[in-house]
């Protein structure tokens, strides 16, 4: 599904990436836990097109093709989805309206027929359920006045309406009450599937109590430092990242 | 980062299409403006002599003024005596009487702007009064607007059938000296539409108004007169194109709105005139006059705006508020792209008591484009109680585009309440990096952001013309991406 290699990766002229390795296979979910200013944000916002990153060196492959020859818009068709650590507001442009737009781009790129408005409003209404969601959020302007929490469920709804081949989730944890956090779990593992992939970006091992990884990556200093199974994030947890990093100077 | 600015930039490329010229036989003044140009338009239209006096007072006003130099705008001198001031597709006798008279040519354009005529009437609910250069050429509806007493017809033919009318009310809201371009107006304007409610009539469809400039060479100088009498309701909507050409061409209107004890005026205008091209060649000049005066107790005039065209805009609807507990809005939206200018805004002028104005006025800069919110809120010392709000908002896109704002608020009564809040904001790199991954290419972004950005103003607007609206923005903005 994807497969990054040996990419280097700088903003303003100064690396950030240096020669990252990472191999995500269709059907696993994949958990990056890291120091903050480690370049996890770098990472997927490199895979989804966001602009001002300089690929100096390396190659990322998806589903066979060259990802980084592709436009932003493009990627996202083809079903790379990126849940922002930040997300945006877009004042005055509904959820519902952007939802169905966004929809609308993904499903014409499949050429599959659109859905009519009030198809469109039903699978929207029962996403919403399903996520435990108040449908009210539909009417509400992107993000809009939309507390933290809000917003992560947010992109929750997105993803869930989206159905990507590849989900990255920028610490879509973070920030979580109890609820909201269940919310996102429930909505990672609504979409896993043999087809599909996910890559987690977190800070907290209790996310991955609720969907459990296949594999959980230690990035630091631009790098992929340690990889390991579910019990590295409770190692993490315990021993933080110092001995890794120090491993790696 | 440059390279988001000129992927912008691109996406904003003007294209205008509505800039197709009608081939058609015109009769037309040759250029200048004498005392003999004025009296030949009023014998043209068969006026009495109290109009004719009108305008060579009006004339001899405009004389003595001099061009407006306040606003925000920078364009080379306009040549007064350069311009043809009539023009008229040449029709026999005494024009159309009905559709079928129409010169089929002028109904094809009306056609390729998206009003059918014909099929306007089937589908019932909108009046249309067109005005191609100054002759305003067909009403339809006539009838069933008759049956309820409403008055809707060009104003030339208003003066003819309904003179007690017109000259009781023209010219006491916007008076001839008022300002140069009005005073212009006065003196040449060749027409326009009248509109009439009587009391308590709620008028039982949306009237419209579609204007064109085809000509070369001619200004186009329409006058607008509606008149609600108590307790009467009207919506009215305006519309305007024009041919791209390499010169720039005069538009000075005049619009007077009355609106007596407990009628509501609704005024909305699409004005779509052509904007000039990318280096700021032709486009419209638009210097435009619009004021309306709550002459009773709660009365009320919105004016909605959406302008996206024209080179200049000079354009500051206002109401008087003259009515206890008259109520006035100004919902504006206005896109300047390419080198477009504007400076516009509004006046509320509170005078009675209790009265109340709401002002919300969005303003959207592409490329190299200059946008002004000049907008006056007076307080009268008779005006108890009166309240404003004003909400002033600018939306940036590229980084070589002004957006200004000038609020002058003139309060002379304590007990007024006014307020002024004021943002400017842009389209955000992230915005559309957000848009971009939800599989939305950067034009659809840019417009979806937009729209979303004049929401509170096209929610104003009767519901077939928001969307007109939307579609508006969005071929405004479109470009030559990818
Ligand atoms: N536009 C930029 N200009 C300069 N430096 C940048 C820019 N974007 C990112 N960086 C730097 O790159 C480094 C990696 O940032 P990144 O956001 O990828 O970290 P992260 O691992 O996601 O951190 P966190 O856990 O705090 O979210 C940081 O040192 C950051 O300051
Ligand atoms: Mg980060």
């Not at chain 1, 005055?92 to 952007?98: A, D, H, K, L």
């Not at chain 2, 390419?338 to 969005?362: E, F, L, N, P, Y």
């Not at chain 2, 940036?396 to 002004?402: F, K, P």
């Amino acid at each position: 599904m994807l497969n990054v290699s040996d990419l280097h990766v700088s903003v303003n002229g100064k690396e950030i990436l240096k020669g990252l390795t990472l191999e995500v296979k269709a059907g696993e979910v994949h958990a990056i836990m890291g120091p903050n200013g480690s370049g996890k944000s770098t990472l997927v916002g490199v895979l989804a097109g966001r602009p001002g990153y300089e690929v100096t060196a390396g190659t990322v492959q998806f589903k066979g093709q060259d990802l980084l020859s592709l436009e932003t818009e493009e990627r996202a068709r083809e079903g790379v989805f990126l849940a922002f650590q930040y997300p945006v507001e877009i004042p005055g442009v509904s959820n519902m309206e952007f939802l169905r737009a966004a929809v609308e781009a993904v499903r014409g790129h499949r050429q599959q027929a659109p859905l009519s408005a009030p198809e469109f409003m039903k699978l929207a209404r029962q996403t919403c359920t399903e996520l435990d969601l108040d449908p009210s959020f539909l009417k509400r302007g992107v993000n809009e006045g939309f507390s933290g929490g809000e917003k992560k469920r947010n992109e929750i709804l997105q993803m869930s309406l989206l159905e990507p081949a590849l989900a990255l989730l920028d610490e879509t944890d973070s920030g979580l009450d109890i609820d909201a956090l269940q919310v996102v779990a429930q909505g990672v593992n609504r979409l896993r599937s043999p087809e599909r992939a996910v890559v987690m970006v977190t800070h907290y091992q209790r996310l991955l109590n609720h969907v459990v990884p296949d594999q959980v990556h230690v990035l630091a200093e631009g790098r992929i430092v340690r990889s390991g199974g579910r019990e590295l994030a409770l190692e993490l947890e315990e021993k933080g990242y110092g001995w890794l990093t120090g491993e790696t100077a | 980062m440059t390279d988001q600015n000129s992927a912008l930039e691109q996406l904003v490329q003007q294209r205008y299409e509505a800039g197709w010229v009608t081939d058609i036989e015109t009769e037309s003044l040759p250029p200048g403006l004498t005392e003999d140009t004025v009296r030949f338009i009023s014998a043209k239209k068969g006026e009495p002599d109290w109009l004719l006096a009108w305008r060579l007072q009006a004339l001899a006003r405009w004389r003595e003024m001099g061009e407006p130099s306040w606003a925000h705008l920078d364009y080379p001198p306009i040549d007064y005596q350069g311009i043809s001031y009539y023009s008229a597709p040449k029709s026999p006798g005494d024009g159309p009487k009905s559709l079928d008279e129409v010169d089929p040519e002028l109904l094809r354009t009306y056609e390729k702007l998206g009003i059918p005529l014909h099929e306007q009437q089937m589908l019932a609910g909108v009046a249309v009064d067109a005005v191609f250069d100054s002759v305003s050429v067909v009403t339809t509806f006539k009838k069933q607007l008759a049956e309820a007493g409403v008055i809707f017809c060009p104003i030339s033919e208003a003066v003819r059938d309904h003179p007690e009318l017109v000259q009781k009310y023209l010219g006491t809201v916007v008076p001839a000296r008022d300002n140069f371009f009005a005073a212009l107006n006065s003196a040449v304007f060749s027409d326009g539409s009248f509109v009439y409610v009587p009391k308590g009539v709620r008028c039982p469809m949306e009237l419209s108004t579609y204007f064109r400039i085809n000509a070369a060479n001619t200004g186009q100088f329409e006058r607008t007169l509606i008149v609600a009498d108590e307790g009467s309701h009207v919506s009215y909507l305006e519309g305007c194109t024009a041919p791209q050409r390499d010169e720039n061409q005069l538009h000075a209107a005049v619009v007077e709105l009355v609106a007596l004890g407990d009628a509501q005026i609704k005024y909305s205008t699409v004005q779509n005139w052509y904007p000039g091209d990318e280096q700021g060649r032709g486009g419209i000049y638009n210097f435009v006059t619009k004021r309306g005066l709550c002459a009773g107790a709660r009365a009320k005039i919105s004016w909605t705006q959406v302008e996206t065209g024209s080179a200049i805009t000079w354009k500051y609807p206002s109401v008087v508020l003259r009515g206890d507990q008259s109520v006035g809005e100004f919902y504006s939206v206005a896109l300047t792209r390419g080198r477009q200018q504007a400076d516009t805004g509004t006046k509320m002028i509170h005078i009675g008591k209790d009265t109340k104005s709401t002002i919300v006025s969005k303003g959207i800069s592409a490329v190299r484009s200059n946008n002004s919110y000049r907008g006056l809120v007076r307080i009268a010392p008779s005006a108890d109680g009166a309240r404003n709000h004003t909400q002033c908002d600018s939306l940036l896109i590229g980084d070589q585009c002004g957006a200004h704002t000038f609020p002058y608020i003139e309060s002379r009564n304590p007990s007024a309440i006014v307020e002024h809040e004021a943002t400017t904001s842009t389209v955000s790199d992230e915005q559309l990096f957000l848009c971009q991954q939800r599989g939305l290419d950067a034009e659809k972004a840019v417009s979806m952001i937009v729209n979303g950005f004049c929401k509170e103003v096209f929610r104003e607007l009767p519901m077939e013309f928001a969307v007109e609206a939307g579609k508006l923005l969005e071929v405004s903005l479109e470009g030559a991406v990818g």
